[in-house]
């Protein structure tokens, strides 16, 4: 049974995956579309106020669908009832895919216009949609395709011209040929298959060959695939150190190793050193790497701050305060450490006071403020409290000139010492390192994945991409969200801070930041704003992984008027691809039995399976990161490994589920459901869910669910 949504206006239809119930949603007022894996669509009628309850009934192969409606006053009363029955062919073979086609101007001009279509193969039968409306359908033996020129295609039907389409991935064309040819011999073709990694491989494929057909004048880096193997290699190799841990400690106690052996050479080749590149501008201003003495973060953290205690400060004490930003008693002193405190020992022992010479009244003065000791509660607020009021108290003993000195003077050493971070250098690289390793748990499971040619050629194209956003956004403060393949090329040319810079006053203007710190909420609406900005700059899809609405309106003049232009807006830029030219793998499970080349997601950790809250499923599924999977969708962590049960054991916000499963830093994000055609479910859902991911156009709606199911939202 299926209740009408009023939210979900969007059309669905074969998903193809057995088990998969049906679906039912609204394309207009006065009409619904039927759906259920591998079976034709069929039309139910209701009116606008009635609700739609639909029941199954098989006979002979055939579906019967009864439509039991009622319309109902305000105040509940019953007023009508009608019955209507839906029939359709029983598993039927479907295609989805999309293409661009000449909507106006001449053929191959420079003003011609096109425009995205669905073209939807179920059966024998070839329907195309614009958005909702069917625009041609065509018997598959009545049709051919002829090359016109370059990546241009003319559609025959009967031996009539009836489309020309332009299409720049020729391994696109090729598969639709390939299935066209199957139904046009017989109605129960059956749809080609490959392996996981074959069709992963083959979206970036499309999009080498699109590039290569219709270059961009964009500018272009000097990024390599060997750069990126490289730096997966690096990535790699820490994500081996963690396996072999048996504590977050322990880990952490490796991390304070490394970023100590970084202030004793700041140009030593190690991972503290890439991940200090990864913050560009802390980088290329840092003081600390011209220090000529660093203190590495071990030896400042491990002897309490007090005067005169000094006792040592074991590691997981150390690991409580630092990481975990806990206030814990010093057994000794029984004073409060906390980062705060070490953070006013520091500035304590620069500046123990403050001395400005001046004239006043043409007499030599001397305004002197003695700094305060060591709050026994650690706290930076205390401390500036005491101080502030040292300081109004001896501003009456000086001048204007010397009161403005010392204010400069204590303001300096606040913002080195207290505003800053606790370490040698502007970003706490302890705890840069563990954001960058969640990064390297999300990439690494799909190791081979993530160091083919093809995938990596593609990734640089699309970053390319992604940097002229940066250069054109017109608002400074404005949000632009990589997805996992535009980040990795990202990581891998700040990596080479020369080359990242000169690139970025080449191409941008500015050198651009990357900061892996931001809330959750933000990357929701940054994530929409990207999604929608791209389709409307390259008019192709960004990712398989669905935009929201809610958040992407956020901010945005939402009187009745503008709404209405919102919404044209969205229906046509937050298009998902249909189903067989989706980003295969994005937002999609699967089952560890399909991911042989995957080894490291086969076998579930003991210590993470003792500590797991709840048994392993007998079918485990994964997620993993590809080609479009947006960097907060933290499902690709591998919830038995030993990596997650190390960041869940450090506790670690980042690391806990919750919603649909989708993690940030900072907490979990669930993602806002659209009704979009090709949207493949979500809220965990092993494969393509029951979003659907048909036919009837490939444009977007707004409201619906997590592949039907959760919904306006997942929490967040």
């Known amino acids: 049974m299926w209740r009408r949504d009023d939210t979900s206006f969007g059309l669905f239809r074969g998903l193809g995956v057995p088990g998969a119930p049906a679906n039912l949603y609204g394309v207009g007022p006065q009409e619904a579309k039927l759906d259920a894996p591998g079976k034709a669509g069929g039309h139910v009628h209701w009116r606008s106020d009635m609700d739609v309850i639909v029941i199954f009934t098989a006979k002979m192969g055939i579906a019967e669908a009864q439509l039991a409606t009622s319309s109902m006053h305000s105040n509940g009363t019953h007023r009508s009832s009608s019955v209507g029955v839906l029939t359709y062919a029983a598993e039927m073979p479907q295609y989805f895919v999309d293409f661009l086609v000449k909507a106006t101007g001449l053929s191959l001009s420079a003003t011609a216009k096109y425009e995205w279509r669905q073209f939807a193969l179920t059966g024998s039968v070839l329907d195309i949609f614009l958005a909702d409306k069917k625009t041609h359908s065509f018997r598959a033996s009545e049709v051919s395709i002829h090359f016109m020129s370059e990546c241009f295609y003319r559609l025959d039907a009967k031996g009539k011209r009836q489309l020309v389409l332009k299409v720049p991935s020729r391994s696109r064309l090729t598969k639709f040929q390939h299935v066209l040819h199957l139904a046009a011999a017989t109605t129960t073709w059956v749809p080609p298959v490959t392996d996981v990694l074959t069709t992963l491989v083959g979206v970036a494929t499309d999009i080498v060959e699109a590039d290569a057909s219709t270059p961009s004048k964009l500018a272009t880096s000097t990024v390599t695939i060997r750069a990126i193997q490289s730096h997966v290699a690096e990535m790699h190799s820490m994500y081996q150190l963690q396996a072999s841990c048996s504590s977050m400690e322990e880990l952490y106690d490796h991390l304070l190793s490394i970023e100590a052996d970084y202030c004793t050479n700041v140009n030593s080749n190690n991972f503290a050193h890439t991940v200090h590149k990864l913050h560009p501008l802390q980088y290329v201003c840092s003081k600390g790497r011209r220090d000529l003495y660093r203190q590495a973060l071990r030896d400042k953290l491990s002897v309490c701050p007090y005067v005169s205690c000094g006792h040592p400060i074991p590691l997981n004490i150390m690991y409580k305060i630092h990481i975990k930003s806990e206030a814990v008693r010093c057994v000794r002193c029984n004073n409060v450490l906390s980062v705060g405190a070490f953070k006013i020992a520091a500035f304590i022992a620069e500046s123990p006071q403050f001395i400005i010479d001046h004239e006043l009244r043409n007499n030599p003065q001397c305004l002197v403020v003695q700094t305060p000791g060591m709050p026994a509660n650690g706290s930076i607020e205390s401390f500036m409290n005491e101080l502030r009021r040292r300081m109004r108290e001896a501003s009456p003993n000086g001048s204007h000139d010397a009161v403005a000195t010392l204010q400069a003077q204590v303001?300096?050493?606040?913002?080195?010492?207290?505003?800053?971070?606790?370490?040698?250098?502007?970003?706490?690289?302890?705890?840069?390192?563990?954001?960058?390793?969640?990064?390297?748990?999300?990439?690494?499971?799909?190791?081979?994945?993530?160091?083919?040619?093809?995938?990596?050629?593609?990734?640089?194209?699309?970053?390319?991409?992604f940097m002229h956003l940066m250069k054109i956004k017109t608002n400074e403060h404005a949000m632009l969200v990589p997805t996992s393949d535009i980040d990795l090329v990202w990581h891998t040319h700040q990596s080479d801070p020369a080359a990242y810079g000169n690139f970025c006053r080449s191409a941008i203007g500015r050198l651009v930041n990357h900061d892996d710190t931001i809330e959750g909420g933000d990357l929701r609406k940054g994530y929409a704003d990207t999604f929608v900005t791209w389709s409307e700059l390259f008019d192709e899809p960004y990712s398989s992984f669905a935009p929201s609405y809610k958040s992407w309106t956020t901010e945005k003049i939402n009187t009745a008027i503008n709404h209405h232009f919102l919404k044209k807006k969205w229906q046509k830029h937050a298009r998902v691809p249909s189903r067989d030219c989706r980003f295969f793998g994005v937002d999609e499970s699967f089952a560890v039995e399909a991911l042989p080349y995957a080894m490291a997601v086969v076998v579930p950790d003991e210590k993470a399976v003792a500590a797991s809250k709840t048994p392993i499923p007998e079918a485990l599924s994964v997620y993993m990161a590809v080609i479009g999977t947006p960097v907060m969708d933290g499902r690709v962590r591998l919830q038995y490994s030993r990596h997650n049960y190390l960041m869940e054991d450090g506790g670690l916000g980042y690391v806990y589920y919750g919603g649909c499963g989708v993690m940030f830093y900072g907490g979990c994000m669930g993602m806002y459901g659209l009704g979009m055609h090709g949207y493949y479910g979500g809220c965990g859902a092993a494969g393509c869910a029951a979003g659907g991911c048909g036919s009837g156009g490939c444009g977007a709606g707004c409201g619906g669910g997590c592949g039907g199911g959760c919904g306006g939202g997942c929490g967040g």
Not at 431 to 458: G, S
């Open 411 to 465: 303001a300096t050493q606040v913002k080195k010492h207290l505003t800053n971070e606790v370490g040698a250098f502007e970003i706490d690289l302890v705890q840069a390192m563990i954001r960058q390793l969640d990064f390297c748990n999300k990439m690494c499971p799909n190791m081979e994945y993530w160091t083919n040619p093809v995938v990596l050629h593609a990734s640089i194209i699309r970053y390319h991409k």
